[in-house]
């Protein structure tokens, strides 16, 4: 009965150390939902420069998250 518990301890140990590793490659990509056209976009290189080019061409702040535009600045830069 000891021998089993001691398995299940270091089945619990061994994936508590693993699952930081496995989450971690996701922790720079999260999905930005458009809530106008009610599709999801991965918020990656490709999507981080469409909007560093609409900061500039809308006159928004570039140090300005996109997670703290207005709802409205949202709107325009999925239109």
Known sequence: MQRGY??????LVGAA????????????????????Y??????DEHERGYYNQWVI???IDSHRD???????DQKRYWD
């Open 17 to 36: 150390l693993l699952l930081p590793l496995a989450t971690t490659g996701c922790a720079n990509h999260y999905y930005a939902s458009d809530p106008y």
């Open 38 to 43: 009610h599709d999801r976009h991965r918020w």
């Open 57 to 59: 061409e809308a006159h």
């Open 6 to 11: 001691s398995s299940i301890g270091s089945l």
């Open 66 to 72: 996109y997670r703290h535009l207005s709802k409205e």
